[in-house]
């Protein structure tokens, strides 16, 4: 009896302490969905503030932000699409980030190129021309 006791108590003792170790299996492929997800967010929003920063210090014409701004939208829109089914796949994550990158390279060229700028949110038709910097 004491046997079968001591055989028991070792047995659910190396399963509880064993535990962790196979609840981790699985969940490192979905930390390792959530780490490129967040990732993808992440530079989504860096771009975005990017672009908000150059309107506010002048940097980027009207047509410039507008740009930017679609490129922007539409790679969102292509992030939404491929998580709809819930799962992102290297290959996605990959179309991703050249996206993300070449929208990079796009904001620096726009806010670097020395067009002069005027106020962003002023274009062409808009009624109070005098405040344009010229």
Known sequence: MRIIHATLIA?????????????????????????????????????????????????????????LKKKLRKTRRLSREYREDGYLSRREFHHLNRKLDNNSDLIREFTHNGVERYIAYHDEYSKNRHYWKY
Request: charged share 40%; proline share 2%.
């Open 11 to 67: 047995t659910s003792l190396s399963l509880f302490l064993a535990m962790p170790a196979f609840a981790d299996r699985g969940d490192k492929h979905r930390n390792y969905q959530s780490k490129m997800e967040y990732k993808i967010d992440k530079r989504l929003d860096r771009q975005f503030h990017r672009i908000e920063r150059g309107i506010d210090n002048e940097r980027l014409t009207y047509k410039e932000a507008k740009k």
